[in-house]
Each structure stands twice: as C-alpha cells, then as structure tokens.
C-alpha cells in the first residue's frame, strides 16, 4: 500500500504533471499538423489517382496509385526510422525552439512528424478518394452546362461535396493518428508517451522511495491510458453525432399529386 501511495504522489507533484502536459500539447500539435497536410497532400493524391486516366497523365496515376499503396501498406514505424535516418532537417530548425531543450529534439521532432505526414496522407488519399467516387457523375455534367471547366468544377462543386460526405470518417483518422502519435516514442520525441517513459525511467527520483516500483508503472502509463481516452472518446462521441446528424438528413423531395375529376 505504501508503494502505491509513493506511486500516486507523483501525480501531484506540479514539475510531472506540467511535463506530461507539455508531452500531450506535443501530441495534438504534431496529429494536427500531420492531418492538416495530410488532408493536402491527400487531396492532390486522390484528384491524380481518380481523374489522371488519359495520355500523359497517366504517369502521374500511376506514382499517386504507387505512393499511395507504398505508404499505406507498410508499418509506420518502418517510415519512422527511415525517416529518423534519412530525412535532412532544414538550417532553420538547428537551434532550440518549441520550448524543447535543445536542437537534437527539434531535429527528431521534425523528422517524427515528415513520417507521420507519409503515412497519413496516405491513407487519407483513400478517404479523400471514397468521397469524390461518392459526388454523383451528374454533378460535372450540370457544371459543365454552367460553362465550368474542369478545375472550377472540382473547387466549386464536387471537394465541397466530397469533404461533407467524409468529415465522420476523416475524424475518426484524426483519433487514430493521435493513437499512432505515440509511435514515435521510440526516436525520443518528446511527446506525450516518451515523456511517460522518461518520467518512467526516474521515479525513484520522485516517488520518494528511492526504487522504481510496479506500482509506478500502473501509475504512470495508466495516467497516460487516461488522457488518451479522454482525448479520443471525446472525438468518437463527435464523429458519432455527426454520423447520426447525417443520417437524419434527407433530400428533399417534390411529391406532386394529380387528382383526376
């Protein structure tokens, strides 16, 4: 009992607490920064992969279709480490910044988060692509018979459509990449779940016992257990509203009634 109390104190001393904060804050910013160009990237992989079917365009199919597959069928910690060995890091990232504690962090914090872009975008290449096939084929043709051309028809009329239809499915890849985040744990960025580790590795230091207990194991990763849950079943009750919002939403419909005399 008394290992568990040591254990639990750890909680409410103010430096952990503020440390394991930061590390969630980390995490949020780089699965934001992740979706946000994965939702970019993604989009241009989708728009080449569907409607590059002609002449020359092919080609540019046929590296979306490669890069696509490649990424999304392969473990992301694979593109982690490869990324964590191959990937340059611009000049302007080789000092302290972000509030981390030197330039090595920045580096691994910036090459962590090109993996996580890789592998989500995509994915959502996927999502973006089950939307377009989802906007119905008269859409072009009432566009084209407005003087459209293709690339008006697309901004105006058929990604406005598109993104509506996957914004439940699109959220639910947010969780998952929140969920993925900790991955990159094991290149020492400094996110939610390496800060756990970290903080795992000298409880000694802080439960007052001098010994790193089990008890310090169920304590720490547990704590972190909890703060992903929060995070993310608080995303699945929104893509759960949003899904029931959307089924509740009908076309409207013209009923015109004939009476014969």
Known sequence: MNTWKASLSMLTNTA??????????????????????????????????????????????WLATFYIEVFRNTPLLLWIFICLVFCPTPAFLNRKMFGLNSAADVKLLFKGAVALILFTSSV???IVRGGLNSVDEGQFEAGRSQGFHMVQIMIYIVLPQAYRNIIPTLLSQVITTIKD?????????????????????????????????????????????????????????????MQKRMKKVKRPTDVVTVEQQ
């Open 16 to 61: 952990i607490l503020q440390y394991i904060m930061k590390g969630v804050l980390f995490t949020l910013i780089i699965s934001v920064i992740a979706v946000g160009f994965g939702i970019l990237i993604g989009s241009v992989l989708a728009l080449v992969r569907n409607y590059c079917n002609s002449g020359r365009t092919k080609i540019f199919r």
């Open 124 to 126: 959502i290449a996927e």
């Open 181 to 241: 985040s900790s991955y990159l744990a094991n290149v020492a960025v400094i996110e939610l779940m390496a800060r756990t580790k970290q903080i795992m590795s000298s409880a000694n230091r802080y439960n007052g016992t001098g010994v790193i207990n089990v008890s310090d194991v169920f304590v720490l990763f547990g704590f972190a257990f909890a703060i992903y849950f929060v995070i993310n079943f608080t995303l699945s009750c929104v893509v759960r509203h």
